[in-house]
Structure formats: structure tokens, C-alpha cells
């Protein structure tokens, strides 16, 4: 799996953010070396990150060096399946990640404490600990390496400690083709009460993944 470092200007429209909703305790799940929590921290938010891969910070620098390779790769093998309407151009893309990239790593040696490791779907939070989770380009871009089942108790463990929770895209990584479980997937959690939305977003890149999934406990 590729460890990415998306910005905070990413998160912000992938998430339709709004400063309300970034005035609570947001947790960034699977953030890899996204720029979100230290841009949302040095503007005072009160904002976590959790990710497998902290365990072993000198690890993770080489990772994410071979990961940011990887994905211009990915997108260049998908070249059609893909849209610069948001970014305007592949140079813009690549200075928002070298920035998110550069702040993520000054962040997590400035403010150590705020980058938790923890995978789901088992994370080391008491129930309740934030009031949104973000989820970016883990849950179904990597629908080839996680399951339906898989997928229902990430999104459960994110509703224990979170109200509500956030996820972009909807679609498997690359081509982005739909994620078959989807649809029953959504009516699981409705059937178990949870408030399930599909709500567009002012973002694409990935051709048609256009819409984030926000469910309320
Ligand atoms: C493609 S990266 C996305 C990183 C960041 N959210 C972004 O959008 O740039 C996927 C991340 O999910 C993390 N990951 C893998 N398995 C996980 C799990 N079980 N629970 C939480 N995060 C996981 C990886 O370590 C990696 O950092």
C-alpha cells in the first residue's frame, strides 16, 4: 500500500470541510504522511492522526518517498481515468503533496504525540474521543485488499470513537472503477440505524468520484 501525503487543501474539499466542522476533535485515520494535521494544528485545531506505519518513523520517510514515485505512476498508467479539472495541472498536484509532505515531517517531529499508531479496525482511542473522522484513500481505494466485512467493522470502530465519520473516495483505486459491496454495504448501516449520506464533494480526480460517504452513529 502506497503511504500518500495529500494537503490540507485536499482534505478540505475531498471532506466539503467547513471551519465549524473543524472547531471539535477531528481524527485523521490512515493520514500516512498527509499534511491535514499539521496545517489543522498550527492553525489551532485540535487534530490527530493515527496510522500502522508510525510505528517506525525512519521506515516510514523511505516510504513515503517510494510512494510519492508510485503514485505518479499509478496515475500515469490511468492517464484517461483521471481529471486536472481541480488541480488545473500535474505541477500544481505535485507542489500540494511536496508541501503536505514537508509539513507532515516537520509536524511529527515538532508534535510527536499527535501522530498515534493504530490500524483498523481496532483503534487505541476511548469511545467517543473525537467528534468527526476523516477517512481519505484507504476505505474502498484498497476495496482489492479489504472486504465488505472488513469495510463494516472499520467503519463501526470509526463510529465508537467518532459522531460522525467522513469518507473519500468511494471508488478502487486507479481506474476507479465502483466498488460492487457499496450499495449493501450502505444499507447495513442504515439497517443498523446509523444516518448514511452520499453527499457530493467540489472536488475530482479520479473521473467520476465526485461524492464522499458521511455516516452519523
Ligand atoms: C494511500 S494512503 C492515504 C494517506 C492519506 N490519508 C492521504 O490521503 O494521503 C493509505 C494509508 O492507510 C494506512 N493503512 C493501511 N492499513 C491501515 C489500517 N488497517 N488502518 C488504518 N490505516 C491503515 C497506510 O499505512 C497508508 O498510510
Known sequence: MLVSSRSAEEYRAFFALTDDDLAGRVLDCSAGASGFTAALGAAGADVTAVDPTYVDRDALRDEVARSAAAGVALVDAHDDRFTWSWYGSPARRRELREAALAAFLDDLDARPDRYV????????????????????????????????????????????????????PLVHLGAGEPVAFLPALLDRLRSEGRTVRLVPVAYEFQVGATQMLVVRR
Not at 476511548?126 to 484498497?142: G, I, M, P, Q
Open 117 to 168: 499508531v493504530g490500524a483498523l479496525p481496532d483503534l487505541p482511542f476511548e469511545d467517543d474521543a473525537f467528534d468527526l473522522a476523516l477517512c481519505s484513500h484507504l476505505l474502498f481505494t484498497w476495496a482489492g485488499s479489504f472486504d465488505a466485512e472488513w469495510h463494516h467493522a472499520a467503519l463501526t470502530e470509526l463510529l465508537r470513537v467518532a459522531d460522525e465519520v467522513r469518507v473519500y
